[in-house]
């Protein structure tokens, strides 16, 4: 089970000093089974007058940082490690009713999925719809994970990766006509596509890492953006299309929402003449952390050895 250790740095330059106003930071990873976090800190500079923490209405991990006083600088520092259990494709266990393509969500579960499986782009020439059933067998036989998994490492082979480090996302129907774009052109592509087919979806954003000197995957040094699909008997299971992978090898999950807006790493505002920003430099380091720095208690719990390292 791979020990990682994910350093996340954002820092807004601006001309001169300006009035920093409210920031929202989603950059902890999501505790879970398959991911456990064994430390976690956060790094402000300047020191922000107020840091609350709170969850969001998708369970994520969100600090608010409130500052009184101007600066020319705004450094946001992520510094987290975590025990990490692949999930593979092959560990993908569906129930027997939804094996096959189509299939109904189950009454004790759809009201809950609802709002995950509405669409959120127009679609009028049903270019989205058409590109999704394409994946769909004519003989009623579609299996439902290699259908999806098919659509995936579609992306992955066809579509051209493009890095693009301003806000937004292209709509599906662009990346469509375009065949390229980032990570998160893509992941709205297939939650879009997918929605059509009658899937619950989210959107989610996190880290990639290479499990392996011999894999290659897109998106590293930065944040990266995927898929997560609910189906019976594995629950919300992950594909990314970016990089064809099905399940959670190489990602780390820090925020699950219905759309991409939903997660952004960090949003706020400032305040000042408009010519005063400069720009903004975004560094993401995954490596592998050293087991002898953390230690397993008598009640099971990890303790850091590492200086400094805190709960925040």
């Excluded at 929202?24 to 956060?42: H, K, T």
């Excluded at 946001?76 to 969500?105: C, K, M, W």
Aim: contains cysteine; hydrophobic residues 40%; aromatic residues 8%.
């Amino acid at each position: 089970m791979p020990l990682l250790t994910i350093r996340h740095v954002t820092c807004y330059r601006y001309r001169q000093p300006v009035s920093i106003g409210e920031h929202r930071i989603m950059m902890r990873p999501r505790e879970a089974f398959d991911q456990r976090l064994l430390s976690a800190r956060l790094d402000i500079t300047p020191e922000p007058r107020e840091l609350r923490w709170l969850h969001d209405v998708f369970g994520n991990s969100v600090a608010i940082a409130l500052f009184d006083r101007r600066a020319d600088e705004l450094v946001v520092s992520s510094e987290a490690t975590l025990e990490h259990a692949p999930l593979a494709q092959g560990q993908v266990d569906v129930e027997p009713y939804a094996r096959r393509f189509p299939f109904i969500y189950s009454s004790e579960d759809m009201p809950d999925l609802l709002r995950s499986i509405e669409r959120q782009h127009h679609d009028p020439e049903r270019i989205v719809d058409n590109w999704a059933r394409s994946f769909v067998r004519d003989d009623a036989s579609t299996d439902t994970v290699a259908m999806l998994t098919d659509m995936a490492t579609s992306i992955r082979r066809d579509f051209t990766y493009v890095p693009r480090h301003e806000k937004g996302t292209q709509t599906p129907i662009e990346t469509l006509n375009q065949r390229q774009g980032t990570c998160r052109d893509f992941a709205v592509l297939m939650i879009e596509a997918v929605r059509a087919l009658g899937f619950a979806a989210r959107f989610v954003s996190g880290y990639v890492y290479n499990p392996s000197r011999s894999e290659g995957v897109l998106g590293g040094g930065n944040t990266h953006a995927w898929v997560r699909i609910f189906l019976p008997g594995s629950g919300w299971v992950e594909f990314d299309p970016t990089n064809g992978i099905i399940g959670n090898r190489g990602l780390i999950r820090v925020a699950v929402a219905r759309d991409p807006y939903q997660a952004l790493p960090l949003s706020g505002t400032w305040f000042g003449p408009p010519a005063s920003f400069l720009g903004m430099d975004v560094t993401v380091d995954v490596h592998r952390a050293d087991p002898s720095q953390f230690a397993l208690t008598d009640h099971g719990a990890i303790n850091s050895r590492r200086a400094g390292a805190t709960g925040k």
